[in-house]
């Protein structure tokens, strides 16, 4: 039997996540409200959309992975008219991801996973995943954001 090395800590990884979807918020939150939900360049979706899907996968990823229930991906679930309300539920989905990570054990994250019934992988690599994406997305927006001549946060001040 091998032992596994552990390069970080369950509570580092969830500091981490947490870390880009504070930086995540405060991009939502330096849109102007019109752009938000409007404004994109060559064909992408609005940041509103990019938060749509952010919204879709985070926590109910997460809620799946805990309860091992595989559930569709729901993006068009999500559907808010104002930013305020985008960052409301952007609150509450850093909340449950929170509760959520208190269920899983460091023995979970080695587990293959379905999620959304579409990707089977080891918990781990939908987790990043979940992170990775967002970063590609709030890149998107920090494109927008120059675009609109507004200065985004520095991406390592998490």
């Known amino acids: 039997m091998f032992a596994t090395a552990q390069v970080i800590s369950q509570e580092d990884l969830l500091k981490h996540w947490q870390g880009h979807r504070n930086l995540t918020r405060r991009v939502i939150e330096l849109f102007p409200e019109k752009d938000f939900f409007e404004f994109s360049i060559g064909g992408m979706r609005t940041f509103a959309q990019l938060t749509s899907e952010l919204l879709a996968i985070g926590a109910p990823g997460l ?13 068009e679930a999500v559907k808010f008219t104002t930013k305020a309300e985008f960052l409301k539920k952007w ?6 991801i929170n509760d959520l990570w208190e269920q899983l054990s460091m023995e979970d994250f080695s587990d293959t996973f379905n999620l959304f019934g579409q990707y089977e992988f080891p918990v781990i690599q939908n987790i990043l995943y979940f992170i990775d994406n967002e970063i590609h997305h709030r890149g998107q927006g920090y494109v927008y954001l120059r675009a609109l001549g507004i200065q985004p946060p520095f991406f390592w001040e998490r």
């Open 63 to 75: 809620k799946g992975i805990v309860t091992r229930q595989v559930e569709p991906f729901k993006e």
């Open 91 to 96: 609150d509450e989905s850093t909340a449950e």
